[in-house]
């Protein structure tokens, strides 16, 4: 069974940046929608960014627009998040999780039920 490995969480001090990875596991996708979701402690799951099959199209939530960008490399099967000026509020587990039942080229689902695959998700910490 296909599962999700995301890496690349540490910590970082408040303006500084990270990279996370994502590939799959035990098998390969057939380039679905893919996305990042976060989630802090009490908090639920949110959101942060999602790109569209051939990575043509890219969604980002309000508070990371122009911070974080997404990116995916469909040869290798692996979509990426590269996070800059990260701020203490960007605290968060991050999981990646793919789409692969959408029969879409360029839309990207934003809510958690909607992605059928996740992978087990990395930690993100940023001090002030």
């Known amino acids: 069974q296909v599962q999700l490995v995301e890496s690349g969480g540490g910590l970082v001090q408040a303006g500084g940046s990270l990279r996370l990875s994502c590939a799959p596991s035990?098998?390969?996708?057939?380039?679905?929608?893919m996305a990042w979701f976060r989630q802090a402690p009490g908090k639920a799951r949110e959101f942060v960014a999602g790109?569209?099959?051939?990575?043509?199209?890219?969604y980002y939530a309000d508070s990371v627009r122009g911070r974080f960008t997404i990116s995916r490399d469909n040869a290798k099967n692996m979509v990426f998040l590269q996070m800059n000026n990260l701020k203490p509020e960007d605290t968060a587990v991050y999981y990646c999780a793919a789409d692969r039942d959408s029969p879409y080229n360029y839309y990207v689902p934003s809510l958690p039920g909607e992605f059928d695959v996740w992978g087990q998700g990395t930690q993100v910490t940023v001090s002030s």
């Open positions: 790109i569209s099959r051939s990575g043509g199209s890219s």
């Open positions: 035990g098998g390969t996708f057939n380039n679905p929608p």
